[in-house]
């Protein structure tokens, strides 16, 4: 049963296209989450979602944004793409409570190629 | 700042040695652990986590960790790799209540036919 989903799974878009990623998920978690994972690398925090309040990583570029219109929607925003934004894209949830036994959930991952 | 740490970038291995691979976390209070598993192509699954509780925890395909409150460690075992262990493995580290999951830069194992 797929939990979290994201579409589409390859994205090809031209250097400074605007582009759009999205997730959902079954989960009804109050928390997402994008990531940004480069080949042989961790995956990046580039924001979080806790129900409505979006939370930027400092170090986050403005060329990416995030909409999250509802709980089971989350949508990631690159503005202009450039060369260096090739990567995969990974969405993720969890549900912070009262247990502090979060566990995080990731989607297959949206690979992005920039021409 | 909090960090993990994954000793081993790559690791190769026949099939039916034993595997264990190392992580190390920096914050010294109460923590959650994980380990995920990235195969070739597909996205990160979790493998096994710890909250509290008995420190050897089992999780899917035969994978166990070990959580070592003084050593920081949570070091991932498998008895005996098979080939379809062939990934990348992701150990990662939350503070609880919190929505931070810091996580280590990957081991690449591979495990020979």
């Known amino acids: 049963d797929a939990m979290v989903i994201q579409n589409p799974r390859y994205q090809v878009t031209q250097f400074g296209k605007p582009v759009t990623l999205s997730c959902s998920q079954t989960?009804?978690?109050?928390?997402m989450y994008w990531y940004q994972q480069k080949s042989s690398q961790a995956p990046k925090l580039l924001f979080h979602?806790?129900?409505?309040?979006?939370?930027n990583e400092a170090d986050t570029p403005d060329n990416f944004q995030s909409r999250r219109p509802n709980t089971s929607f989350c949508f990631l925003d690159i503005r202009s793409p450039g060369l260096g934004d090739a990567a995969m894209y990974l969405c993720?949830?969890?549900?912070?409570?009262?247990?502090?036994?979060?566990?995080?959930?990731f989607g297959p991952g949206t690979r992005l190629l920039v021409l | 700042a909090q960090s993990v740490s994954q000793h081993n970038h790559h690791v190769i291995l026949s099939e039916a040695a034993s595997l264990e691979l190392g992580c190390n976390y920096s914050?010294?209070?109460?923590?959650?652990l994980f380990w995920y598993v990235q195969y070739p192509g597909q996205h990160l699954q979790l493998l096994l986590k710890?909250?509290?509780?008995?420190?050897l925890v089992k999780g899917i395909k035969g994978f166990e960790a070990e959580f070592i409150k003084s050593k920081f460690s949570f070091n991932l075992r498998k008895p005996s790799v098979q080939w379809s262990d062939t990934a990348e493995y992701f150990c990662?580290?939350?503070?609880?209540?919190?929505?931070?999951?810091?996580f280590g830069t990957g081991t690449r194992l591979k495990v020979l036919a």
């Open positions: 993720a949830t969890s549900s912070l409570g009262a247990s502090n036994k979060e566990t995080q959930y």
């Open positions: 989960l009804n978690h109050n928390v």
């Open positions: 979602y806790y129900d409505k309040d979006f939370n």
């Open positions: 914050y010294g209070g109460t923590v959650n």
């Open positions: 710890y909250f509290s509780g008995d420190p």
């Open positions: 990662a580290v939350n503070r609880p209540g919190t929505y931070k999951y810091i």
